[in-house]
C-alpha cells in the first residue's frame, strides 16, 4: 500500500493501443518533456532527468480489465513533470516543438495535475502478455486487506520492470 501525491503531467488519452495512435502520443510527450527541459536549462532554470513514461489502462464500460480484449482498451499515457514547470512554460515549448518537429499528436497534450492518492503496487518483469497473473495478485492483495480498485491500472516503466499500481479506497 502507498499513498501516492498529486504531480502535474503531460498526458494524452485515447483508445486501441493497436494503431499508431499510442507511438504517435508517446513521441508528442517525450518530445514535449525533452523541449522543455532543454528550454528551461537554457533559461537557467535547474537542470532535471525526464521521467519515465506512465500509462493508465481501463476497459469501458466494465471494471474488469480484459488483457485480450485489446480493442476495447481505452488509455492515458502521461510523463510527470518536475514541479518548476508552469502552463506558461508548456505553451512556450508546443510552439518551439510544432516549429521545430510538430509531431501529429502534438495538439492532443495537455498539461495537467493527476492525484492518485491510496493505492497498491506491485513490480512485474516480463512480457506485457504474460502480466495477466500479476494483475490479478495485485487485485488479490487489494481485496485481502479490504480495498476496492477505484480507479484505472497504472503503468510505469522502471529499470527492467514495470510498475503496477491500482488506485484503492
Not at 492532443?108 to 503496487?121: H, I
Not at 476496492?148 to 503503468?155: A, I, Q
Amino acid at each position: 500500500m502507498i499513498d501516492v501525491p498529486g504531480m502535474d503531467f503531460l498526458m494524452v488519452d485515447d483508445d486501441d493501443p493497436n494503431d499508431n495512435q499510442f507511438q504517435e502520443a508517446c513521441n508528442a510527450l517525450y518530445g514535449m518533456s525533452y523541449t522543455l527541459r532543454f528550454m528551461l536549462r537554457k533559461q537557467g532554470r535547474p537542470d532535471y532527468m525526464v521521467m519515465p513514461l506512465e500509462g493508465l489502462w481501463w476497459m469501458g464500460g466494465t471494471r474488469d480489465f480484459d488483457i485480450s480484449r485489446r480493442k476495447d482498451w481505452k488509455w492515458r499515457a502521461m510523463i510527470a513533470q518536475p514541479d518548476l514547470v508552469i502552463a506558461d512554460d508548456v505553451k512556450q515549448a508546443r510552439v518551439e516543438l510544432r516549429d521545430k518537429k510538430d509531431p501529429p499528436a502534438l495538439a492532443k497534450v495537455r498539461f495537467k495535475s493527476f492525484a492518485e492518492g491510496k493505492a497498491v503496487q506491485i513490480m512485474y518483469i516480463g512480457p506485457y502478455s504474460d502480466e495477466g497473473p500479476t494483475i490479478k495478485m495485485l487485485h488479490q492483495f487489494a481485496a485481502e486487506n479490504g480495498f476496492k480498485p477505484t480507479g484505472v491500472l497504472k503503468e510505469a516503466e522502471i529499470f527492467h520492470g514495470v510498475r503496477l499500481v491500482e488506485n484503492c479506497g
